[in-house]
């Protein structure tokens, strides 16, 4: 049995977060052999004016990235792409990529393949992220966690243009991984990446309020984003 005392501290300790002006609102939610024990929101959803609801929609932001990865788990149990498949396989973009070297290019010891992308050692930048020189060519590309190609075809394309940072297998490096792994769902599935999410995932889960875009009906639910700035929070999306 879930001691009730320990879950009950839960609270305060948010509120003590919130009340020092670390963040404008937590959510907490306790799960026990599939049973919620307990489930709170505290703060607010706009910062002094609407508090926090407990059915209110947060953005996932990097967490898009494990729903992608399902996404591609499920094209492997369907049959339809493998582990070792070559990403230049489904993207013939990719052909040809080279290897950043000392400044100098040259062909890849191996091929970027699937299983590579899904554990961030196919050797791709992050542009803001990154401190390589491959990563500073994102930037100017304008790849990276502040800056797109447009949309997620484009992004792709101009990800194959660029260099790896090293042979795909033999380090491990956060790059934009994820983002090529939503093209190669869109490619293999003939379905896009938003659809395959909403059909596949979503629907069949009950996630009725996850996706890309929050409907207009939505959005009195939707939390605003802060950050720290100067005197205290400050939002930095809304």
Not at 32 to 45: C, N, P, S
Not at 49 to 75: G, H, N, Q, W
Not at 150 to 160: C, S
Request: proline share 6%; no cysteine; charged share 25%.
């Amino acid at each position: 049995m879930y001691k009730r005392q320990v879950l009950d501290r839960i609270g305060p300790a948010m509120q003590e977060l919130i009340d020092e002006g670390r963040t404008a609102g937590v959510m907490t939610l306790v799960a026990r052999r599939g049973t919620v024990v307990h489930w709170d929101a505290h703060g607010w959803r706009v910062l002094g004016e609407d508090p926090l609801e407990r059915d209110d929609i947060f953005r996932i932001y990097s967490m898009t990235k494990p729903v992608t990865s399902v996404a591609v788990m499920m094209l492997v149990e369907d049959g339809r792409l493998s582990l070792d498949t070559p990403l230049a396989d489904v993207i013939p973009a990719f052909r040809g990529q080279q290897v950043w070297n000392d400044g100098r290019l040259r062909p890849p010891a191996s091929p970027v393949l699937i299983r590579h992308l899904l554990s961030h050692t196919a050797g791709l930048g992050y542009g803001d992220i990154g401190r390589t020189p491959v990563d500073s060519l994102y930037r100017e590309a304008r790849l990276g966690v502040w800056g797109t190609a447009g949309n997620l075809e484009r992004t792709v394309d101009a990800i194959a243009r660029l260099p790896l940072i090293f042979d795909p297998g033999t380090r491990w490096s956060y790059g934009m991984s994820v983002d090529v792994l939503g093209r190669v769902v869109e490619v293999v599935s003939g379905q896009s990446l938003d659809d395959f999410f909403r059909t596949r995932i979503f629907q069949p889960l009950g996630m009725e309020d996850t996706g890309f875009h929050v409907p207009a009906g939505k959005l009195d639910r939707f939390a605003a984003a802060y950050g720290p700035g100067q005197g205290g929070l400050r939002m930095i999306e809304s």
